[in-house]
């Protein structure tokens, strides 16, 4: 049986995979009517089936010229596994894997075909509840006690270690500062203290195991049990401000929120409803007057005579509406779990939405601030600044491009912009990725470099080879070198039938 790549664009690739999957099973006692798979992996008394089949996409350097697709055999599976299930020591190497198109692998995982009875299933991930409970991470055994006044001497500074504690454990955490994804700044807000209130208010540190599993490694104390705090639940609700929102959502997170647009609201609505509109939130949403009185946009920079306009200024100048898609760069993550568990929020298909924005132009607002000619001032970025401290930019042949249509927006499909989506300012980067999009914007910055913070130098917004699968494995020098992630590549998502659909 074979499938085109055009067939494989139209099926989901998890689909494909249970369908491929049971025509290999079916066949493995049968392995007469395919010769060309007949050999050790497939032999007529195995009688076990294939177990954890996925499609991985191929590295351009695999990637065959079209044609014919062809059996390809790789092995993984140790001799005792692979005489487990049925096969000799010829395949005692090898998982199955089958070229399906030019650009597509159908593998099995060597936990699956190896390790795990065929119908074993993977356990389900803990609850942010079932982390919250489990004690402080790393063996304990052998490590010194020691007081929070300790602890508070490890803040850094020159030549300095970074300490923190999480519950009664103390954790070194030096070497990780600059790679912390929220900033070297956030997390040394915590050093020479306690991580625990910053915790409860970036929820998203209980949204998988990983962060837990990365102190077990860092500890280097025990506090003293008289000094361990338990009081954090008597501490205001950061979130408890946050607008109320549809249920509707499909929910990765509520604290901070991060929800996506169900597949059928899609489906039926080119332009997506507000409440229905993707939500993609790092922090609690800013605390603006309902009128927008008191906001400022402060403008500033190379090239330009440092000024604030008011938000009815704004509204003033000469209006654009634009039809504008905006996507977040993890959109479609959980489908990479197929082949390897990916970090970050897993987002299925509904991280993507359209909106008609209603605005001012970006670049009649840095030329109203004075910036004519960037090029004469060695303007290279225009930063924006959000009410919540997160900061990004674009380059400034997007920002001043008048085709490039790049908007402070006001409006969303002829609303005022919600608090949700960047009230009373969000900028709109057309074709852009979405966390250039930045909200609740208060400040753009025209400058000659980059702006700083993880969200435009971190390496989880760089660009780097498909083959790079442990951003651990990067150094400094080589993140600083990568190019952040500005466009996105076009791709296309099947919304009916649904996944799953007979």
Same mark, same amino acid.
């Given at each position: 049986h074979t499938f085109s790549p055009l067939s494989l664009s139209l099926l989901q690739q998890e689909t494909v995979s249970k369908k491929l999957e049971g025509l290999l099973n079916s066949q493995q006692n049968d392995a007469a009517a395919h010769p060309s798979l007949a050999g050790p992996l497939f032999p007529p008394s195995a009688g076990k089936p294939l177990p954890g089949l996925a499609l991985r996409p191929l590295?351009?350097?695999?990637?065959?010229?079209?044609?014919?697709p062809r059996p390809h055999i790789q092995c993984e599976c140790s001799p005792e596994s692979a005489r487990e299930h049925g096969?000799? !020591?010829?395949?005692?190497?090898?998982?199955?894997?089958?070229?399906?198109?030019?650009?597509?692998?159908?593998?099995?995982?060597?936990?699956? =075909?190896?390790?795990?009875?065929? !119908?074993?299933?993977?356990?389900?991930?803990?609850?942010?509840?079932?982390?919250?409970?489990?004690?402080?991470?790393?063996?304990?055994?052998?490590?010194?006690?020691?007081?929070?006044?300790?602890?508070?001497?490890?803040?850094?500074?020159?030549?300095?270690?970074?300490?923190?504690?999480?519950?009664?454990? $103390?954790?070194?955490?030096?070497?990780?500062?600059?790679?912390?994804?929220?900033?070297?700044?956030?997390?040394?807000?915590?050093?020479?203290?306690? $991580?625990?209130?910053?915790?409860?208010?970036?929820q998203q540190h209980f949204s998988t195991g990983f962060p837990l599993e990365a102190l077990a490694g860092m500890r280097v104390a025990t506090l003293h049990p008289s000094e361990i705090k338990v009081d954090d639940d008597e501490l205001p609700d950061p979130y408890a401000s946050d607008p109320v929102r549809s249920n509707e959502l499909i929910y990765h997170g509520s604290s901070p929120c991060n929800a996506e647009t169900p597949e059928w609201i899609t489906a039926e609505n080119w332009i997506t409803p507000n409440e229905f509109f993707y939500v993609r939130h790092h922090h609690p949403v800013p605390i603006v007057a309902a009128d927008g009185s008191g906001y400022k946009l402060k403008v500033r920079g190379e090239g330009v005579a440092e000024r604030s306009f008011s938000l009815e200024e704004l509204k003033k100048m000469p209006k654009r509406e634009i039809p504008v898609t905006i996507q977040c =760069?993890?959109? *479609?993550?959980?489908?990479?779990?197929?082949? *390897?568990?990916?970090?970050?929020?897993?987002?299925?298909?509904?991280?993507?939405?359209?909106?008609?924005?209603?605005?001012?132009?970006?670049?009649?607002?840095?030329?109203?601030?004075?910036?004519?000619?960037?090029?004469?001032?060695?303007?290279?970025?225009?930063?924006?600044?959000?009410?919540? !401290?997160?900061?990004?930019?674009?380059?400034?042949?997007?920002?001043?491009?008048?085709?490039?249509? $790049?908007?402070?927006?006001?409006?969303?499909?002829?609303?005022?912009?919600?608090?949700?989506?960047?009230?009373?300012?969000?900028?709109?980067?057309?074709?852009?990725?979405?966390?250039?999009? $930045?909200?609740?914007? !208060?400040?753009?910055?025209a400058s000659k470099v980059e702006a700083e913070g993880m969200w435009q130098r971190g390496a989880a917004y760089k660009g780097f080879p498909p083959g790079l699968l442990d951003l651990g494995k990067v150094s400094a020098h080589q993140v600083d070198k990568a190019v952040g992630v500005q466009e996105l590549p076009v791709q296309s998502v099947i919304l009916t039938p649904q996944e799953g659909s007979p």
């Open positions: 590295p351009p350097s695999e990637t065959p010229p079209l044609a014919p096969r000799d !020591d010829a395949a005692s190497t090898s998982a199955v894997a089958l070229l399906v198109s030019s650009s597509y692998l159908l593998t099995t995982t060597k936990s699956a =075909a190896c390790e795990a009875p065929p !119908d074993d299933e993977e356990g389900d991930e803990p609850s942010a509840e079932e982390l919250k409970q489990r004690p402080a991470p790393g063996d304990a055994k052998g490590l010194p006690v020691i007081t929070r006044e300790e602890l508070a001497k490890h803040k850094g500074g020159p030549g300095g270690r970074v300490w923190v504690s999480y519950k009664d454990g $103390v954790y070194d955490i030096t070497e990780f500062v600059e790679g912390h994804p929220g900033g070297a700044q956030k997390i040394m807000l915590a050093a020479g203290g306690r $991580v625990d209130p910053y915790w409860n208010l970036y =760069a993890g959109n *479609r993550r959980s489908h990479f779990d197929i082949v *390897r568990k990916a970090q970050g929020i897993p987002w299925n298909t509904g991280a993507v939405s359209t909106a008609v924005f209603g605005g001012v132009l970006l670049r009649d607002v840095l030329e109203a601030a004075g910036l004519k000619h960037a090029e004469e001032h060695g303007v290279e970025h225009v930063h924006f600044h959000s009410l919540d !401290d997160m900061q990004a930019s674009i380059p400034v042949s997007k920002a001043l491009n008048p085709r490039g249509d $790049v908007l402070l927006a006001y409006e969303m499909n002829g609303e005022a912009m919600p608090p949700d989506h960047g009230f009373p300012i969000r900028a709109v980067v057309p074709g852009h990725v979405g966390v250039r999009n $930045v909200k609740w914007v !208060d400040e753009v910055v």
